[in-house]
């Protein structure tokens, strides 16, 4: 019979003893700088909010409820499917990716690290996503009711787990608060958000939508300590590893396995090999934006979607819009279209019948028809500009 969990100590250890932390802080050492330079770089905005969809896709990807990329991006330009499961899909799917940019700007820097350990900020984090959504998408698969920002009211169990009672809801997250935002030390604090996603999925407070919370409380810390910058997340790299990532979950629920397993009454053992996969994600993925970003190879890259644009599919793209496209990538910015036209040396009439064209096919972006034109990331440019960033997407977008 499994155990009844009523009190605090029964989710001991939080986090490792010293002796085992230490090779994990020298991981979390190497993240902390690779992801420190990584997310300070200047690109272009529609790359982070292709991110912010490819985030959402991958989050809901893990939970079985996932859209089509092109099924994303219809929902983006409000194109909802007739079919009422998929447009509640797509509808969680935008849910997720505007919650992802309101949280980002409202938890910054160190205080707003802090400050996400609050249990208040879990429930604002369960809002911010679940009120997006209309009424008759609130329910659970078995038919509850899902409130937003609301705690649940009843005992639940998740495989083998019971979740703690709901009377001692209030106690377990004050010590989950307590412990992981009292840690305030760089490597320290990395250490803390890998056991931080893993306890609060123990603790389960939601009737529903706990491994969404997890995964945006994860990203959203990992933002306002300063490492992401929006470029990258572990929502992909968890999603590209799920077994992994829920038989590391649930072996982290476990009862210590002996005396040599730690002093608490959980596998220490598992929380070690939870955090030290939840690092490896993480430097594996700022390792492969890194890749990705590469000032040696993007414009390379970029030039081989305007030749492929140009000579293949003949759509009015020529390959001079390499230079102002380079620019606008790498500097972020938005400029004039005369000052496009511009850069790309081309005569009057056909500087502007390239613009029409890189607009047309979503290469370039603007707010208004004669507006600033800014860099554009459209799914079917993803194969040649960020090639296997999102598979799913290259393979299920046509040219």
Sequence with gaps: MSALYDAPHQFEPLLPSAARQEPLLAKAHDLARAATALSSQA?????????????????NRIEGQHTRPYELEQALRQ??????????????????????????ARYIGDAGAAALYAPAAVAEIHSVLFSRLPPGDLATGEGA???????????VSVGRHIAPTVKSLDAFLTRWAQVYGGVRRGEAALLAMAAAHQRLGWIHPFVDGNGRVMRLHTHTLLSALG??????????????????????????????????????????AALVDWIDYVLDVCLDQVGFMKGMLSLGTIERRIAACLSFEQETLRSGVRVEALRPLHYLFLSGAEIERGEFKRMTGLGERTAVSLLTALVRRGLLRSDTVQGKVRFGLPLHALRFYFPALWPEAEADVPT
């Design 43 to 59: 690109v272009a905005a529609d790359l982070r909010g292709l991110l912010r969809a490819m985030n959402s896709y991958y989050s």
């Design 79 to 104: 194109d909802f499917s007739r079919d009422a499961k998929l447009a509640a899909r797509q509808r969680l799917a935008i849910a997720h990716i505007d919650a992802e940019a309101e949280l980002e």
């Design 145 to 155: 009711a899902i409130e937003p920002g609301q705690f649940r009211t009843r005992e």
């Design 227 to 268: 490492y992401t910058g929006g470029l990258w997340s572990p929502l992909r790299g968890f999603a590209r590893s799920v077994e992994r990532y829920y038989a590391l979950l649930a072996a982290a629920d476990e009862s210590r396995r002996g005396d040599l397993d730690g002093r608490g009454n959980l596998s220490e």
